[in-house]
């Protein structure tokens, strides 16, 4: 029985305790960020915004998992199993306490996944074919837009007017609706919008971003205005590049009105999500550009940086060394043996 005290308790110590300690941290440092940049603007440090979004939970997650099976691979977990269980002999704790940390993780991940997979099939119905192939041709007529070429589906039913999906190969998904109620010069605004969250693989740095507070629940409400935040920011820079990539500035204002009536409620990553205070900021923006151009600005490789944070969390616990993960295993040990002495 013993040997099962750590793989069950040592992970309620890393989501009830760890996670929300670093989530905490991470909301300290940005309040500090959000005053420093004050005058800089909504873009002030979106990058390291996004990268301590993303650290606050996955790094200390992914630090745990590696160190546990470095452990089980290497033997280092000896020691303690013996301190803890007074004799040595064969110790897969850490095995299996990584195995339970990757079994929830994966649960948190999995059924957006699927989601995203299932968001980029396309209709087969005459108005999906009729709506494909006035994209097609939007799409031919602007060279801007020679990247979205075979990347772009059409369904009767997608969730959201417009989006951009797939983890691995981003596409574009269009509503039939709502390619209809769309003049050409809205229709390709839109498109250049959403071009820009397949440039920037935006569907991966979303689900890095959500999967990393959806396993840190505590840690997801302290974080949740600067998430908020971050996608803003995000959005007003798509909006931005589309217009520098040749989008009309009042056309793509009309999409995005267009395509937000039915969801002024939540908030999505796509051109039509945002609620009423979101959708007058993007607009008054974008009216903006039509008196004065924007200038380029924001292209930081944050995605990179935070896919570099984690993989040092990965490789950390190999030169140096696992005492935090001792520390949950001796203490998971202790806090069974408190309450069954009880």
């Known amino acids: 029985m013993k040997e099962a005290v750590f793989p069950l308790v040592g992970p309620l110590f890393v989501f009830a305790i760890a996670l929300p300690v670093a989530a905490a941290v991470a909301r300290l440092v940005l309040e500090a960020i959000e005053r420093l940049g004050r005058t800089h603007g909504l873009h002030a440090h979106q990058g390291l915004r996004y990268v301590l979004l993303v650290a606050s939970s996955g790094v200390p997650l992914v630090w745990f998992i590696s160190a546990s099976l470095h452990q089980a691979e290497t033997g280092e977990s000896a020691p303690v199993c013996i301190a803890t269980h007074a004799h040595e002999a064969l110790c897969p704790e850490a095995a299996l306490f990584a195995l339970a940390l990757v079994a929830i993780a994966a649960l948190f991940a999995a059924p957006r996944l699927l989601r995203e997979q299932l968001a980029s099939a396309a209709s087969t119905s005459p108005p999906a074919r009729r709506a494909a192939a006035r994209i097609a041709a939007v799409i031919a007529t602007r060279p801007a837009l020679r990247d979205l070429r075979g990347r772009v589906s059409v369904n009767d039913e997608t969730a959201v007017p417009i989006a951009t999906v797939g983890i691995v190969s981003p596409r574009v998904v269009v509503r039939v609706a709502f390619a209809s109620a769309l003049d050409d010069d809205a229709l390709a605004g839109a498109l250049h919008h959403e071009l820009e969250h397949v440039r920037g693989c935006d569907p991966l740095r979303y689900f890095i971003a959500w999967w990393a507070l959806a396993v840190n629940p505590f840690g997801r409400w302290l974080l949740e205005r600067e998430l908020s935040r971050w996608l803003l920011a995000r959005e007003v820079h ?102 069954t002495a009880r």
Request: net charge neutral; hydrophobic share 55%; proline share 6%.
């Open 238 to 339: 798509c909006d931005r590049e589309a217009v520098l990539d040749g989008a009309g500035a009042p056309a793509l204002a009309h999409a995005l009105v267009t395509a937000a009536r039915p969801f002024t409620a939540h908030t999505h990553a796509a051109l039509g999500a945002a609620d009423p205070a979101t959708l007058k900021l993007r607009v008054e923006l974008l009216l903006a550009y039509a008196d004065r151009a924007p200038h380029r600005c924001c292209r930081q490789p944050a995605l990179r940086f935070a896919l570099a944070a984690l993989l040092v969390a990965v490789v950390l616990p190999h030169g140096g060394g696992t005492h935090a993960l001792d520390a949950v295993h001796v203490a998971s040990e202790q806090a069974v043996s408190f309450l």
